[in-house]
């Protein structure tokens, strides 16, 4: 199984670095956000093949002290992303003023939740982390809807935004499921055949996310679309 997760991971470095090349081709201006979520992600999947090394370096406790550090900045990066995003689509709509006192909102209900909901289990502890995260991929869930909801609203959609928020979907409600399933197999007698596939469904939605991205980005595909719909795309030729 081990095998398979460093093979995922290896995956993930290739997609990952794809796209931070697409997205270095004129769109970090426009896309810096998601560029730096990405770079990330990188990073933390780089980490993360050079600290395990088997089962054991899985027990570790350096290992679990910079796993769950990564996995809040993880959380915590996805859902500045999709804020920014619903901020930007709202830019020049009346209701960007409410949109953004309602992030307010959710951003601090959500960094509360975790503190409030799971008292029962030391703080900072794997049970405490593991609800934690799921909460955060549950909000970054639904922004997203509230992201998407505001795209098709918009009448000049664009369709660039809307495969990012498609694939940022995909991102965020594969890992809310896989979190919800791990609290569960804590409760079980097989909870690491659990674990392992609850990892395994957060590894597979995220490439899903990432290979959607890469196609968003991909330079051939923009030129297409920026000839049929008249708009020009600075250096992505």
């Known amino acids: ?16 670095f794809v796209l931070l ?19 990330i992600q990188e990073v933390i999947t780089l980490i993360d093949l050079v600290l395990v090394n ?11 002290n910079i796993y769950w550090t990564e996995e809040i900045v993880w959380d ?24 953004r006192k ?9 960094l509360a939740l975790p503190f409030l909901l799971f008292t029962s289990h030391p703080m900072f502890g794997t049970r405490w982390f593991n609800g934690a995260s799921q909460v955060l991929n549950f909000g970054a869930a639904i922004l997203n809807l509230v992201l998407w909801g505001a795209l098709i609203a918009t009448r000049n959609r664009d369709r660039l935004l809307m ?16 979190w919800g399933v791990r609290q569960l197999a804590l409760h079980t007698s097989f ?21 959607i991205w890469c196609y968003a ?17 600075s250096r992505a030729e």
Request: aromatic content about 10%.
């Open 1 to 16: 199984m081990n095998s398979v997760f460093v093979a995922l991971q290896a995956f993930h470095l290739i997609l990952g």
């Open 21 to 39: 090349v697409f997205l270095l081709r004129g769109f970090l201006p426009k896309y810096l956000v998601l560029f730096l979520y990405s770079a």
């Open 54 to 64: 088997g089962e054991e370096g899985r027990k570790s406790a350096l290992y679990r």
């Open 76 to 99: 915590l990066s996805m859902f500045l992303l999709v804020s920014v995003l619903i901020h930007r689509t709202l830019e020049g709509r009346p209701e960007r003023e409410f949109a």
């Open 102 to 110: 309602v992030l307010i909102i959710v951003w601090v209900t959500a």
């Open 163 to 178: 495969l990012v928020s498609a694939g940022l979907g995909i991102n965020v409600a594969g890992a809310a499921i896989a």
């Open 191 to 211: 909870v690491n055949d659990v674990r392992n596939a609850a990892d395994m469904f957060a590894q597979l939605t995220y490439l899903a996310g990432l290979a």
């Open 217 to 233: 980005f991909t330079p051939k595909r923009i030129l297409h679309t920026s000839s049929s719909e008249g708009i020009h795309v």
